[in-house]
């Protein structure tokens, strides 16, 4: 009995860890400045199943595919800019973490930096009223007004 059960576990855990190592994909690079751009492009692109994961570590089925086309292209030689347009043209600029600066993407840009202007300008503007506020002299009313009051307090 003890050794149906030793044969069973040890069965178990070569089924496990065969269905781990099954998801694992290798790829062979002989030089490694290659392995690092192919690191370097799969971290950079957007699965675009998976919303917000990068194909280097998403286990989407399109990923996969994704990840083969650009191992593919860096064994074809390409450049790492022809490889990312090569993808763009394929699946859109929606993989892109970083969209392109182009004419539809400049409001995407220049939002932000339009923000900050904008948000410099009315602080600017805030401290330069309240300086002339604070600076305005009384008019002879409210001189007088306020010399009632000292007055007042003095002689209570």
């Excluded at 699946?91 to 993407?105: M, Q, V």
């Excluded at 840009?109 to 506020?133: E, H, Q, S, T």
Aim: proline share 3%; hydrophobic share 45%; glycine share 6%.
């Amino acid at each position: 009995m003890a050794l149906i059960r030793t044969f069973s576990a040890a069965f178990m855990l070569l089924f496990a860890v065969s269905a781990i190592a099954g998801g694992i994909e290798v790829r062979e690079f002989d030089d490694p400045v290659m392995e690092k751009r192919y690191r370097d492009l799969t971290a950079s692109m957007r699965c675009p199943l998976c919303e917000n994961q990068a194909i280097d570590d998403s286990d989407a089925p399109i990923s996969g595919d994704m990840r083969e086309r650009v191992y593919l292209l860096l064994q074809d030689g390409q450049s790492d800019i022809e490889i990312i347009d090569h993808m763009v043209q394929r699946f859109g600029d929606y993989i892109l973490y970083n969209p392109r600066l182009e004419n539809r993407t400049y409001l995407l840009w220049g939002l932000p930096i339009g923000l900050i202007f904008v948000g410099v300008l009315v602080v600017i503007l805030m401290v330069r009223a309240r300086r002339n506020a604070s600076a305005k002299a009384l008019s002879a009313e409210e001189r007088a007004r306020l010399d009632a009051l000292i007055n007042r307090e003095r002689s209570s």
